[in-house]
């Protein structure tokens, strides 16, 4: 069956400049996670969702940065007025239903904010 | 908070060397531990997984035993090939969320 899969694969921006990242988990799979790869950090635990419901929010680095997940399914990373620091991959994962299940991740989205 | 640390990398073999990638861990009881490797171009993909003390996961040739007395999850496989060259990553996984904590990842590059 079909993995998750992100979108874009690779965005630039511009500093200040708002930015949406999807991710599409794979189907019936309750948790899902977004993670940060920077070369100075990393991979990073951002936030976790259980269904529609954010219970573990406590990676998000600022209040620029915020995700909704909709229907059980999709999720959109957001991040507001980007820095140079914010440039980075971001990468998305699911699970059956979270705890200790293995976790399959996306091909990440490539952020460059110049 | 509960933390991995790996060996620092880079790790260059020859061809069909023995590879161990050390692997330490805190944790507030008794995680799930994995490894995941990271092919050149490609995403993160489960390499092996070990969820209780004296648990050995294993896949791909690739071993791991989780350690409980040494809070460690060492990966060690006996005769590496060229296909192998990749970073190697040790997370744990919280047990109220099941959100992964990695360490810093390891880099392999294996010649012929």
């Known amino acids: 069956g079909a993995g998750v899969s992100q979108s874009p694969s690779n965005k630039v921006t511009e500093k200040g400049k708002d930015v949406e990242l999807r991710c599409d988990p794979i189907?019936?799979?309750?948790?899902l996670y977004w993670y940060r790869q920077s070369l100075g950090q990393g991979l990073e635990f951002l936030i976790y969702?259980?269904?529609?419901?954010?219970?573990?929010k406590s990676g998000l680095p600022s209040d620029r940065f915020s995700a909704e997940r909709t229907g059980g399914s999709v999720s959109t990373l957001t991040i507001q007025r980007t820095q140079q620091e914010d440039s980075a991959v971001y990468l998305c994962?699911?699970?059956?239903?979270?705890?200790?299940?293995?976790?399959?991740f996306g091909p990440g989205t490539r952020l460059t904010v110049t | 908070g509960d933390s991995v640390t790996q060996m620092e990398g880079p790790v260059t073999l020859s061809e069909e060397a023995f590879l161990t990638i050390n692997c330490t861990y805190t944790?507030?009881?008794?995680?799930?531990l994995f490894w995941y490797v990271q092919y050149p171009g490609e995403g993160l993909q489960l390499l092996l997984k070990?969820?209780?003390?004296?648990d050995k996961g294993s896949n791909k040739g690739f071993e791991a035993t989780y350690r409980k007395e040494t809070t460690s999850f060492h990966l060690e496989k006996g005769s590496v090939q060229v296909s192998d060259s990749a970073v190697y990553f040790c997370?744990?996984?919280?047990?109220?969320?099941?959100?992964?904590?990695f360490g810093q990842g390891t880099t392999l590059q294996v010649k012929p």
């Open positions: 969702f259980q269904g529609n419901s954010a219970p573990d």
């Open positions: 997370a744990l996984s919280d047990r109220i969320t099941g959100k992964l904590i």
């Open positions: 189907s019936g799979h309750t948790a």
């Open positions: 070990a969820t209780k003390a004296d």
């Open positions: 994962a699911s699970s059956a239903t979270g705890i200790q299940d293995e976790q399959y």
């Open positions: 944790a507030t009881g008794y995680p799930s």
